[in-house]
């Protein structure tokens, strides 16, 4: 089980380990030779992504997509299960087992053109697909509980909420006393930073141009950590547009070690989003000892409680306000450092990893 990963990686990643560590026998979809395959691909694709922006040839994701699908099927359809959990936005297999079914969000449903042509169309179907198929759902927050009860049409009855966490890695203490070169290879400067993918529904123009005031008071750096996702390059260029080319970093990919060493030397998270299902990276920025401001939305409403600032998705003027107070009010910084120390610890992956075998246990009974 591969350890570079990130959203729904993330989530696979330490379920896994901690079904292990609780005794289920867990048997990966992709076979050893079909998980590398699509890994290679994978890199790939990233690379082409990163070098040619938007003119990265399509036909790669596709022959990508294709090929994850193809052996997705196959390899799954050569191993018997007492139970299939369908932990990605793909079909779910044809096999005649008792099944579960993670939805994260429907982000697809509420902004569509915020994704490249023709997925939301094919999220829709699957999500739906799925929901129906499956004796159990997972979802993350009540608030997507609701609407997958109302737009998918779905009993509440076969619907769990299971919120996530972050890593143990981020709750290992760490000497932050020196800036490791791992940062200062972004910035030199203090930074406000960002983590997740870059693309639309982050709402990271948003973030930008609160930077754009905030820059005009504080000499601090923007870091953005997280690979270019899709319908991205409108939001790259955007702060050279406004002049702040020099100090906005987008870091594109980066390892577990270096994001732990961006979250254990910033001086503000920010979150700003227009829609999620959930929100790791505000888990992770709470047990690092990082102040947070993230979009009033209700899943992040949900999470965070009184641990975090909250700023209007859309109004750029109260985030900068927000951060500011941050950025200046020693006392403020050390109040909401300690709130969300306290936070954290309501979330834990061995919770996850519990409270996803009862839902095992619920369908298989059902």
């Not at 694709?45 to 099927?73: C, E, H, I, M, N």
């Not at 829609?275 to 979009?295: N, W």
């Not at 949900?302 to 209007?312: C, K, S, T, V």
């Amino acid at each position: 089980m591969s350890s570079n990963k990130a959203g729904i990686g993330s989530y696979v990643f330490n379920l896994y380990n901690e079904l292990l560590k609780a005794g289920i026998d867990v048997v990966p979809t992709l076979s050893e030779t079909s998980f590398s395959l699509v890994s290679s691909i994978g890199s790939v694709s990233s690379r082409l992504r990163a070098t040619f922006g938007k003119f990265y040839p399509p036909f790669v994701r596709r022959v990508g997509d294709a090929v994850y699908r193809y052996l997705y099927q196959k390899d799954t359809g050569a191993s018997a299960y007492d139970l299939y959990h369908e932990t990605n936005l793909e079909l779910m297999p044809a096999i005649h087992t008792r099944s579960v079914c993670n939805i994260y969000d429907l982000s697809f449903e509420h902004f569509p053109g915020f994704f490249l042509e023709g997925f939301a169309e094919r999220a829709g179907t699957i999500a739906s697909a799925n929901a129906a198929a499956a004796e159990r759902i997972i979802v993350n927050t009540r608030f997507v509980k609701e609407e997958v009860r109302e737009m998918l049409k779905v009993s509440d009855v076969k619907i769990d909420v299971i919120p996530l966490a972050a890593s143990d890695f981020y709750s290992e203490g760490r000497d932050s006393s020196v800036r490791p070169e791992t940062v200062k290879k972004f910035t030199e400067k203090d930074y406000i930073l960002y983590v997740g993918t870059v693309e639309p529904r982050k709402n990271l123009k948003t973030l930008i141009r609160a930077y754009k005031d905030l820059r005009a008071k504080c000499d601090v750096a923007l870091v953005i950590a997280g690979g270019l996702g899709w319908l991205y390059d409108d939001i790259v260029a955007y702060p050279g547009k406004l002049g702040l080319k020099k100090d906005v970093i987008f870091t594109n990919y980066i390892d577990d070690e270096t994001l732990r060493s961006l979250y254990d030397h910033a001086s503000v998270f920010v979150y700003p989003s227009f829609y999620e299902g959930f929100g790791i990276p505000p888990l992770e920025a709470m047990t690092c000892g990082v102040p947070a401001v993230i979009s009033d939305i209700p899943p992040l409403r949900e999470i965070a409680g009184d641990a975090a600032l909250f700023f209007q998705p859309a109004d750029h003027e109260e985030l900068a306000h927000e951060v500011g107070r941050l950025l200046s009010l020693e006392s403020l910084r050390t109040e909401m450092k300690q709130r969300g120390l306290q936070k954290a610890k309501e979330y834990s992956w061995r919770r996850v990893a519990a409270e996803t075998i009862r839902t095992y246990k619920q369908a298989l009974s059902s």
